[in-house]
Structure formats: C-alpha cells, structure tokens
C-alpha cells in the first residue's frame, strides 16, 4: 500500500503544452475553476486544484494527465506554467524521512468525488483500440489535400467544406470518433506559432476513399462569434481555401472514448446539429460499407439545422435506405414549417427510442455545441420517465457501460 504523502510535499497537476490542444474540455469539466488558460498554455493552479480528476477522462489527448511530487512551497505557480512550452524534467521524490502525514499535520480530508460527467468516461466494451497522440506539435505529420467541397447550398450563410487529407505511405491510424488536430501556418497576435484546432473526423477507419490511407473533416468557415460579431476563424478559413495538393500539418490523432462499438448488431442512436454530424458521417459510412455482410444493428439519427440547404451532406444523406437508417431531421428556420430541435424529434420518436434503450447492444452519441446537451438529457429523461422507468437508473447505466458519448464544444 502506498504511504501517505508528508504535509510539505505537493502532488501537483499539470498540463502537458506539447500535447495539449487547446480544446478547453478541460477546464469546461473542472467543477472548482483550477484550470485557467491565456493564449499561450492551459494550466493547473495549485492553490485551487483538489485532485479529484474530474478532468482527467474527457480530456482527449491526455495532456491533463500528468503529476509531478514537488516541495509544497516550491510548486509550480501558475505564471510559471503560462510561459512553458514542455514540461518539466521528473525530480526526485522530496520527501524526508520520517515527515508526517497529512492527517497528522491537520491536513484536509480528501476531496469528495466530482460530480458525475453526462456521458461516459469509457468507450464501449467492444470498441477497437485507438491509437492517439502519434503526431505532435514537435512531429506534425504532412498530408496532401486531395479533395475541398462545400456541402451546404451556395446561397446560404453557411459555409461548410467536406476536406479530404491524404497521407500516402505513412502510417496514421484513426477510428470513427476521433479527431486531429490541425496546425495553420503563421503567427498569433504575440508573434507564436498558431496552436493546433481540433476537428473530428468525418469518413471510417478504412478511409474516405475505401482501401486508401486518407480521412475526411467537416469544416465551418467562421466568420462571427458566438454573439453574432465579426470574427475570423483562423484555422476554419485556412482549410476552407485550401486547394486539391496543397500541403497541411497535422497532429493527432485524439480520442479514445467517443468510439463507435465493434461488436455485430450494435444499435447506434446518432444525435447532432451542423459540423457535429462529422463523426456520425463516419459510423454512418462504416455501418453502410458493411451492409453485404449483415452486421449491423439498427441506426437512428437526429440532426438539426436551420434549414435543408445548411444541412451538411443532406443529398448524400437522402439516399441512403430507410431500412439502413432512421433519419429524423429538425429543422428550426425552414420556411413555412414550425421550429424543430432534436430533442423535440426525440419525444416525437419516444416509442422508437425507449425500444432501442431496451436494447443493451445500443449507444448514443451526441456532438454538436454544447448548449444541446441540457436539451438532449431531459428529453431522454421525458421519455423514459413516460413509460414507467427511472431516468436517474438507466443513465448511471450507459455511462457506467461506455453507451452515452458526448462531443461537445
């Protein structure tokens, strides 16, 4: 058994800046405000933090995964963080003989556990294993741009790109629900390197292409903020001008929960508005390339948009069989329809849905920004509140068992 640490040593939590993508999954889920960010680095204050890893699983990199024991009165602060760009070296332990433990030096009592996340910390029993964090910011890996369309009506302000990368010859594993992340050329306002931004991909494990080592992303071209101001993604229009051989560094890939199940006849229930439908294009496309050998289960997608025409792949989606997929689409500005979210769609489908929760073989997956989640959670409580059942119960379930992912940003 591991002895106590003494009073005057500090297990200190730290974030890794060479892996780190800047997602803010972290310091979103922190339920005490330890983790802050600049520009420059995610970091862990030590005066703040209590250890109790809330942090630690939606992290998709792994980054928020590392400790160093320091004197307590020596800890890194979090000024020093912000200027790092690695971490630093392991010290010995310092730790004195026959120092006393916290208990004894009127140290707190543990921290309690952290509130429970909305979704799962583990992927499915039978999903594959994913491989993460081959390329980084040190190692980008180079693709090839062998393919940039829009797919979503040119008459609309929604400007979303369908973006092949090819990495010939060399390896670069990735499964459906995971992401990379992608380094645009140039500097920020304080003359660094741009950090990298995450993008899930948006075809299957054996490539956009069947049989070829490439991958596809979902990309909105961003020209506002979330208030509706001017704005200039940086990364966003960077690979929505980019042109077949063009060159892009890339890291990656990430993601080791948000994973599709590989066992046959799993249901997926597939929840997700706008470029949050990436992930969903790829267990789509994994489920249909296996349509011949009869493995799959049941699929039921929820996706919502403004209208059809900013409907990323609507043309591609409406030709897929009715008998393969259950698409259910809300739409919230379409002309001469009442509005439409997802989570109305769900209560809609109560019948449907309650019969593939049944089901120990379904997960669901929901991606998209995270305002939807709220939504999402209470219409699958209604709908199972309705037929009798205890929401509070099945949701500890599908997470405890890797069936309820969110993809959030």
């Known amino acids: 058994m591991n002895a106590p640490l003494p009073a005057e040593v500090l297990k200190q939590h ?75 070296k392991e010290q010995a332990p310092p730790i004195a003989a026959g120092s006393e433990s916290p208990a004894a030096a009127g140290e707190p009592p543990p921290a309690p556990a952290a509130p429970a996340a909305p979704g799962a910390a583990v992927p499915p029993w039978s999903a594959a294993h994913p491989y993460v ?9 180079t693709a090839t741009v062998v393919g940039n369309y829009r ?60 049989g070829y080592n490439n991958l596809s992303l979902t990309v909105k071209r961003v020209t506002e903020d979330h208030a509706g101001a001017a704005a200039h993604g940086v990364c966003s229009n960077y690979l929505c ?5 063009d060159k892009v560094q890339v890291i990656g890939p990430f993601g080791h929960t948000f994973l599709m199940p590989n066992h046959s006849r799993a249901n997926l229930i597939m929840i997700c508005t706008g470029t949050g439908s990436a992930p969903m294009r790829a267990m789509t496309e994994r489920c249909r ?20 025409r900013e409907l990323p792949y609507f043309g591609p989606l409406m030709k897929l069989p009715p008998d393969f997929i ?35 073989n379904t997960c669901i997956y929901v991606c998209g920004l995270k305002g939807m989640e709220v939504g999402v959670l209470d219409a699958l409580r209604d709908v199972t509140v309705q ?20 993809e959030t940003y």
């Open 14 to 88: 730290l974030i890794d800046p060479e892996i780190c993508i800047r997602c803010n999954t972290c310091e979103e889920t922190c339920p005490i405000d330890a983790i802050t960010h600049d520009a420059n680095n995610y970091v862990v204050d030590p005066d703040i933090c209590n250890g109790c890893m809330a942090c630690v699983p939606p992290c998709p990199t792994g980054a928020i995964d590392n400790w160093r024991l320091v004197a307590r009165a020596e800890a890194h602060s979090v000024h020093d963080q912000l200027g790092w760009e690695e971490l630093p």
């Open 133 to 141: 964090n081959l390329y980084t910011h040190k190692t980008p890996m």
């Open 151 to 210: 797919v979503t009506g040119a008459d609309t302000d929604s400007d979303i790109h369908h973006i092949v990368l090819d990495f010939g010859e060399l390896p670069f594993p990735v499964l459906e629900g995971q992401s990379i992340g992608i380094l645009p050329p140039g500097l920020d306002a304080q003359g660094r390197p741009h950090h990298a931004r995450q993008y899930s991909l948006a075809s299957p494990r054996d490539g956009e292409r069947a």
């Open 241 to 245: 001008d980019l042109v077949k051989n």
């Open 289 to 308: 390339r296996r349509i011949d050998a009869g493995e799959n289960g049941k699929l039921m997608l929820f996706f919502g948009a403004r209208t059809e």
């Open 326 to 360: 259950d698409i259910n689409l809300a739409l919230s500005r379409e002309a001469g329809q009442p509005k439409r979210y997802v989570q109305d769609l769900i209560r809609d489908r109560a019948a449907k849905v309650l019969e593939l929760l049944a089901d120990r």
């Open 387 to 406: 037929s009798g059942q205890d929401w509070s119960i099945l949701h500890d379930a599908l997470r405890r068992e890797g069936r309820l992912h969110f």
